[in-house]
């Protein structure tokens, strides 16, 4: 096994199934399968996931809506989408809990790092919404920031991509994939594979970044078991 304990970046987007909106069970439990597969193989796993599928605050600014407020909208998307994955690990047979970056009991716990490692040592899975509590932060950095914080051995970007490309592979049909990549080269080239906030954030603790399509089917237990999948970011 290549990775044991892994931080899983989910984007809203991809949850919400061929269109990208709302709630795709389908889609959930599919995800929901591909984690307990992992988790039942030993690695501990934390998920970050976007709430772009119910909610995003960036286009809710063009809308007139206050930027803050528009931040606070995404956040709670998160937690709506993080409960729903829960439910589905759950279904799935692994035990999962959802902690939030701001206090919201009833609905989850409050984020404390050691309560979260407490649940992945024990076999469960630990979901982190809200983002980091802040406005003017994505989920990107949300999840840079808790895969320092965890110690986790990589960050897996799970998104609809095969791994990060020269130029838009749907735009330039001779678009080039990178195997691998160094932090330089990614700022160097402009390759926005994360916001700039949670790149340096990865970059300054040394944080690999896996990009890999969580869609296709095994990919996920492909790459923490080192196979060649997506593209790894890493010093190098």
């Known amino acids: 096994m290549k990775y044991k304990r892994v931080l899983l970046k989910l984007s809203g987007e991809s949850l919400g199934g061929p269109d990208g909106q709302g709630i795709d069970e389908d889609m959930f439990a599919r ?12 690695v501990q796993v934390a998920i970050v996931i976007g709430g772009g599928n119910i909610f995003r605050g960036l286009s809710g600014v063009k809308r007139g809506f206050d930027r803050v407020k528009g931040d606070q909208m995404g956040m709670l998307a998160t937690v709506i989408n993080s409960i729903a994955l829960a439910m589905s690990i759950k ?12 206090p919201m009991e009833p609905y989850a716990r409050y984020y404390v790092r050691d309560a979260a ?7 469960g899975v630990a979901i982190i919404a809200g983002g980091t509590g802040n406005p003017f932060f994505t989920t990107d950095s949300a999840s840079a920031l808790r895969a320092v914080e965890l110690k986790a051995d990589v960050l897996l970007k799970g998104t609809r991509v095969d791994g990060v490309y020269d130029s838009d592979p749907e735009k330039n049909s001779n678009a080039v994939k990178f195997d691998t990549l160094s932090y330089d080269k990614a700022l160097a080239d402009n390759l926005k594979i994360m916001d700039l906030t949670a790149f340096a954030l990865c970059k300054e603790n040394n944080m690999p970044i896996a990009v890999f399509d969580m869609n296709r089917a095994g990919n996920l237990v492909g790459i923490v078991k080192g196979e060649n999948i997506g593209t790894i970011v890493s010093s190098q």
């Open 117 to 123: 490692l407490k649940i992945m040592e024990a076999g």
């Open 91 to 102: 279904g799935a047979g692994v035990e999962a809990e959802v902690f939030t970056s701001t």
């Open 31 to 42: 995800y929901a399968s591909e984690i307990k597969e992992i988790s039942l193989m030993g």
